[in-house]
């Protein structure tokens, strides 16, 4: 089984929709939890940590399932320029406060007008 | 914001050549960098961790004599891959760990490498 699981899509959705994107991750011990955005032949940036609690930052929420080892990824009302790679992110230094982070291949979005 | 350069931004080199690539950290200290690499549709892969002072440590799998890393100032590291072939070629990026940041790391903007 692969750390860090993302369908890869792509997923093609009109403008104003919601999508949900979802991650599993294979290590129990994973503490840190991030969703990337990656544009083409960019470099990825952070779009939102990601709580137990769960989590919103205007269009997006994003929530965790420690049981499950599952997080996801909700983008409401979708905008053209909200089209992307996004990437799921769990962080490897399992206890620690650094470490390398293990990316997802990354979940392929693409909004049309 | 915590910046982070890499240079170049792309290299097209001939095979059997050594490139060099540097990411700095622009306004924060960085005691940690990291080194990944991607290929076309491929996740990040982490190649190396690079502490300033000390030896890099590589992941399984990757070559320390054909990657080479150095970090000799808490604003600078370097990758150089030695003696580059076609399979080398692939997007590296890098990325840093402010100290005043609870895991969050910045990325530079990647170095696209393609070797002839």
């Known amino acids: 089984r692969k750390e860090v699981e993302q369908d890869p899509g792509p997923f093609n959705v009109p403008e104003g929709a919601t999508v949900a994107f979802n991650c599993t991750y294979s290590?129990?011990?994973?503490?840190?939890f991030f969703w990337y955005r990656q544009d083409c032949r960019k470099e990825p940036k952070l779009l939102m940590s990601?709580?137990?609690s769960g989590n919103e930052d205007g269009r997006f929420t994003a929530q965790l399932n420690r049981a499950s080892q599952y997080i996801s990824l909700l983008i409401r009302d979708s905008k053209l320029s909200d089209s992307a790679t996004y990437l799921c992110?769990?962080?490897?230094?399992?206890?620690?406060?650094?470490?390398?982070?293990?990316f997802g291949k990354g979940t392929k979005l693409s909004v049309k007008p | 914001g915590a910046v982070v350069s890499q240079h170049p931004s792309w290299v097209i080199c001939k095979s059997g050549t050594s490139v060099k690539i540097e990411c700095r950290s622009l306004?924060?200290?960085?005691?940690?960098m990291f080194w990944y690499r991607q290929f076309p549709k491929q996740s990040l892969m982490l190649m190396a961790t690079?502490?300033?002072?000390?030896?890099?440590?590589?992941e399984q799998g990757v070559e320390k004599d054909k990657f080479l890393i150095n970090h000799a100032s808490l604003t600078l590291s370097t990758l150089t891959v030695t003696s580059a072939h076609p399979e080398d070629s692939s997007f590296y990026i890098c990325?840093?760990?402010?100290?005043?940041?609870?895991?969050?790391?910045?990325f530079g903007p990647g170095t696209r490498l393609t070797v002839l």
């Open positions: 690079s502490n300033e002072g000390s030896k890099a440590t590589y």
């Open positions: 306004d924060f200290q960085a005691t940690t």
């Open positions: 990325s840093a760990h402010p100290a005043r940041t609870y895991n969050e790391q910045f």
């Open positions: 990601v709580y137990s």
């Open positions: 992110v769990v962080n490897g230094n399992y206890g620690g406060s650094q470490g390398n982070l293990i």
């Open positions: 290590n129990s011990a994973s503490q840190s």
